[in-house]
């Protein structure tokens, strides 16, 4: 590259934002360059597991028959950890076991992200690896080109900017569209791939062809942080881990770091059968953004877009949607360049588009609407630590054999709830979940 | 009979080392995290020594120090130190974490 190189679209991030808007330029005849800072685009990458399609598959209906995911998710599982207990709620919606398979999918990055890639670059997109860019370039105020910070000559130009670093924002916060992060506002996740016989998955979980188990784990499966463990089947690997809040290992900290935390999980009477004979393949770790409506960084600047966890655009309820809405994004972000590039006006004013296209589709409404789910269930950790495990006590008691008479063991019973539950305490909290977790 | 505690012991467990040692990792020989002493020495919570999941930082003697080689580039170090004396950077193109089943 010469100090003049100059190209029509630039996207920092070969993940799945970047790749999706980079297709979606590319499709329209932009001239569209991808700069990965990884050895091929992936290898920086992790998430949970279950990539959630429906977008994918707007855009490449072939999705299903070529796409190297590992298993549809037909069977989930939410559960509680209490002590060396479980109590579990258990699900496989025929629904969700025949075609579209609820656009769940289980996957792992570094084949699927490099599956998206070759899409791209099937599209005419360039990509460029091994190239991690330390900041963007300025000229007025504008944000026209990227450099690797080694030399001019690494520099290149371009009329608009995609920022798709991910969920560690560091050119995000270079450009000032965000502030330093607030613990709050990251989870951090992590995550073993072991290899196990596709036969011995296949058995131990009840799953039949490709349908795959995506089993999460609340209450004591984190310590009382605010997060949740995991085991997703692959093939003939399971992906298993953990997340939780960072701000929890300011303020909770029990003196177990992420590991030791994760090594609890898979001793659990509950889990460790599930891992028996399961051999180690890979660690990796990752942040995931939490950043919730209210604190979303500001999304263009002249010259520039910012796209999938890198803005923050992440459902951080329940559904725990991020490749889907990272997509979206991508996609509305290419539609917002055309524009601008029809107009041959980059400027902020113009990418304003972006930020309405996002607030009138899913990405923004469901944002909007879970932004109090985390800190909700910050300031009201009994609804993740205290209640469950009084409700497995409950259970214990009530299912205990012995010659008690069962009239005798439900005043006994409804004695340990009395001193345990404030009702009215307890009605409020009921409320608060309904209007902000719900 | 065994309990299920013993039947679950049979689980082979691996220390940090040993998973650190199944990532591929192509190491720089310049750090791309650095510690300012000045700031660092005034936190309080040093949440840094118990988020890391390489278990990268280590005190010694009161001061701080992180093996930059084992980092996993999650960056939780970078967002947790609020008082802002952890410097990060991503390594250099080419350079740190190579995830093939991410």
Redesign the interface.
């Known amino acids: 590259m010469s100090q003049n190189d100059k190209v029509e679209v630039i996207i920092v991030g070969a993940g799945p934002a970047g790749l999706t808007c980079a297709y979606s330029l590319a499709k329209r005849g932009a001239e569209v360059v991808v700069i990965e800072?990884?050895?091929?685009p992936?290898?920086?990458?992790?998430?949970g597991g279950i990539f959630f399609s429906s977008i994918m598959e707007k855009i490449f209906p072939e999705f299903f028959d070529e796409a190297p995911w590992e298993r549809f998710v037909g069977k989930r599982k939410f559960s509680i950890l209490a002590g060396k207990s479980e109590l579990a709620f258990d699900m496989m919606p025929s629904a969700f076991n025949e075609k579209p398979y609820n656009h769940s999918f289980i996957t792992?990055?570094?084949t699927m992200d490099g599956w998206l890639a070759k899409k791209a670059e099937g599209a005419g997109v360039s990509i460029i690896?091994?190239?991690?860019v330390?900041d963007f370039l300025y000229e007025k105020g504008k944000i026209v080109g990227i450099t690797?910070g080694?030399g001019d000559e690494d520099n290149l130009l371009a009329d608009m900017i995609v920022c798709a670093e991910g969920?560690?924002s560091?050119l995000t916060e270079k450009a000032k569209l965000r502030k330093?992060?607030?613990?709050e506002?990251?989870s951090?996740a992590?995550?073993?791939?072991m290899r196990l016989p596709q036969n011995v998955i296949e058995d131990r979980f009840g799953l039949a062809g490709r349908q795959g188990a995506a089993f999460e784990y609340f209450g004591e499966a984190v310590q009382g942080l605010l997060g949740n463990g995991f085991i997703y089947t692959?093939k003939d690997?399971l992906?298993v881990g953990v997340g939780f809040s960072?701000s929890d290992?300011?303020k909770n900290?029990n003196?177990?770091?992420?590991?030791d935390i994760l090594?609890d999980f898979?001793?659990h009477?509950s889990i460790?059968?599930l891992?028996?004979g399961?051999?180690?393949?890979?660690?990796?770790?990752?942040?995931i953004p939490s950043d919730g409506f209210d604190s979303l960084p500001k999304l263009y600047r002249d010259g520039l877009l910012v796209i999938g966890d890198a803005a923050g655009l992440l459902n951080t309820s329940f559904f725990h949607e991020g490749v889907n809405l990272a997509m979206a994004s991508g996609i509305y972000a290419a539609d917002t360049i055309m524009e601008a590039r029809r107009k041959n006006d980059f400027s902020s004013q113009t990418l304003s588009l972006y930020e309405e296209k996002l607030k009138d589709s899913f990405v923004l409404q469901d944002i909007k609407n879970c932004k109090n789910f985390l800190s909700f269930l910050h300031k009201n950790k009994s609804l993740i630590n205290d209640y469950p495990t009084l409700m497995n006590d409950i259970l214990v008691d009530y299912f205990r054999v012995s010659e008690k008479p069962k009239t005798a063991v439900k005043k006994e019973i409804f004695r340990k709830v009395k001193k345990n539950v404030k009702f009215t305490r307890l009605a409020r909290e009921m409320w608060g979940a309904w209007s902000n977790l719900i | 009979m065994k309990t299920?505690?013993q039947?679950?012991k049979?689980?082979?467990?691996?220390s940090?080392e040993d998973?650190?040692f199944?990532?591929k990792n192509?190491k720089d020989k310049i750090s791309h995290i650095t510690i300012n002493k000045k700031i660092c020495k005034k936190c309080q919570?040093k949440?840094c020594l118990?988020?890391?999941?390489?278990?990268s930082y280590e005190e010694n003697h009161g001061t701080i120090e992180v093996a930059y080689e084992n980092c996993?580039?999650?960056?939780?170090c970078?967002?947790?130190c609020?008082d802002?004396a952890i410097k990060?950077?991503?390594?250099?193109?080419?350079f740190?974490?190579?995830?093939?089943?991410?």
């Not at chain 1, 992590?190 to 791939?193: D, L, Y």
Request: some cysteine.
């Open positions: 800072r990884g050895e091929y992936g290898a920086k990458n992790m998430f792992l990055r570094g690896t091994d190239y991690c330390s690797s080694s969920a560690n560091i330093k992060i607030d613990p506002r990251r951090i992590i995550k073993e791939n692959n690997s992906s960072l290992f300011i900290r003196g177990k770091n992420p590991n090594e898979k001793s009477p460790a059968p891992l028996k399961a051999e180690i393949v890979e660690y990796m770790a990752h942040m | 299920l505690e039947e679950n049979q689980n082979k467990k691996l940090i998973k650190l199944l990532v192509k919570h949440a118990i988020v890391c999941p390489a278990k996993l580039e999650c960056g939780s970078r967002v947790i609020t802002g990060w950077e991503n390594p250099r193109g080419g740190g974490v190579r995830f093939k089943n991410g």
